[in-house]
């Protein structure tokens, strides 16, 4: 990672220097929504004044509160889809495939054409950078291009354990990305995916999507296998909120590893698969197994360390030495991220490139607050281990339920 990051460091344009002119693709903004209306009007306003040619999508899955209210307040190329039960709240893979017989009405009925066609997917509370579009005209410029993944960061970052959302996103995955990319492997996120609409539509049909709790890790394999091409976008990037309880955290990514495991079933097929790369095997195989590798590193450090207090106990002083040294080796991954990461934040603030300053708030944290954001992003997995449980267990007995985060 460290390598890739001095090899790959952001040649970001300042937004002021960026042609206003964002006329070559025409983009199908999808954006799904339970229950959303505390942040969707803020969503929609800023995609409203993005400089581009786009119609935006909300797809209401049944919201019991003001979502619709908030989204009819907003002016603009705006429609609605709405869902109603037993037919809504089956997955955020279900609610999108429905979106896409209005992407191909709306093409027929606007005479566009279908290869310019971008059909993007951010969520309720997400903002795009205001360079954008402008990237993503870019990179689809070519037509081998048929998806580009927007790198994410997280929305005010005002606690530690939002700063450490924050650099696992905007820092942590992005180097993660850059590996994949040079692998051909890029991964599709739940939010700031965009794909070209007459690819998609030729190799998948009109229900992309699966309905996996990890559906975007989903798409990226039902990508992979029909030989589509992904690319990983640094320059420009979509913000989300971040999570503010330890609680949240642990059932967003239990959720996030069982939807891992949702997608064995497809191991047959890239196993078989003479369209997948092999290093996008080697990737898959490494992500697939990735959970159950963690839940075994998990429990023997678990051993290791209980085993190391015992034999110790009558030495106090060798014990307290040798914890104080290792914990801070452990920490010395931590300290590099977040080095980088405040970095980044930096180079971001020059471009103005951020549609709210505010999110770029943590390039001038104070000492402790780094210090405490060193240590949670060096032992995060001893809370994560939790979710590695959870997610183990609801596969086991076949629970399969999406536990969106309520919005604050």
């Known amino acids: 990672m460290y390598y890739t990051y001095f090899l790959n460091k952001p040649k970001l344009k300042p937004a002021s220097v960026l042609p206003h002119d964002n006329k070559e693709f025409f983009y199908f903004i999808l954006i799904p929504c339970l229950n959303e209306g505390k942040v969707i009007k803020n969503t929609l306003q800023k995609l409203v004044n993005l400089k581009g040619q786009k119609q935006i999508i909300v797809i209401d899955d049944d919201s019991i509160d003001d979502t619709l209210i908030q989204v009819k307040a907003v002016s603009g190329p705006i429609s609605i889809l709405?869902?109603?039960?037993?037919?809504?709240?089956?997955?955020?893979?279900?609610?999108?495939?429905?979106?896409?017989?209005?992407?191909?009405?709306?093409?027929?009925?606007?005479?566009?054409?279908?290869?310019?066609?971008?059909?993007?997917?951010?969520?309720?509370?997400?903002?795009?950078?205001?360079?954008s579009i402008y990237q993503l005209n870019r990179l689809f410029a070519n037509h081998r291009t048929d998806a580009v993944q927007l790198r994410i960061k997280m929305k005010q970052p005002l606690t530690v354990l939002q700063t450490f959302q924050d650099i696992e996103f905007f820092t942590i995955n992005r180097l993660t990305q850059l590996i994949r990319q040079r692998l051909h492997a890029v991964a599709l996120c739940g939010n700031g995916q965009f794909f070209r609409f007459s690819s998609v539509h030729q190799k998948l049909g009109l229900k992309p999507w699966g309905n996996a709790l990890l559906e975007d890790y989903e798409l990226t394999l039902k990508f992979e296998l029909r030989g589509l091409n992904i690319r990983y976008l640094d320059e420009a990037y979509v913000t989300q909120e971040a999570l503010v309880k330890f609680k949240d955290l642990i059932l967003q990514r239990a959720r996030w590893s069982q939807g891992g495991f949702n997608c064995w079933h497809y191991l047959q097929k890239i196993i078989h698969s003479r369209e997948m790369l092999i290093s996008q095997k080697f990737d898959t195989y490494f992500f697939l197994v990735q959970p159950l590798i963690n839940i075994l590193a998990d429990f023997s450090i678990l051993y290791l360390t209980i085993k190391f207090i015992f034999k110790f106990e009558f030495h106090?002083?060798?014990?307290?030495?040798?914890?104080?040294?290792?914990?801070?080796?452990?920490?010395?991954?931590?300290?590099?991220?977040?080095?980088?990461?405040?970095?980044?934040?930096?180079?971001?603030t020059q471009t103005k490139i951020d549609s709210m300053e505010s999110n770029l708030q943590n390039q001038t944290m104070s000492v402790r607050k780094s210090?405490?954001?060193?240590?949670?992003?060096?032992?995060?997995?001893?809370?994560?281990?939790?979710?590695?449980?959870?997610?183990?267990y609801h596969e086991i007995i076949g629970q399969r339920v999406w536990n969106k985060t309520s919005r604050l």
Do not use: W
């Open 82 to 131: 709405q869902r109603y039960l037993p037919n809504a709240r089956t997955g955020k893979g279900d609610s999108l495939n429905n979106a896409i017989p209005l992407i191909k009405h709306l093409i027929k009925e606007k005479h566009l054409q279908p290869q310019n066609c971008i059909v993007g997917v951010i969520d309720a509370d997400g903002v795009l950078s205001n360079n």
């Open 316 to 348: 106090p002083e060798f014990f307290i030495i040798t914890s104080i040294f290792l914990s801070l080796i452990g920490m010395i991954f931590g300290t590099c991220f977040t080095i980088i990461y405040r970095h980044e934040l930096r180079l971001v």
């Open 371 to 392: 210090i405490l954001t060193v240590g949670i992003l060096s032992y995060i997995y001893l809370v994560l281990f939790f979710s590695l449980l959870i997610s183990g």
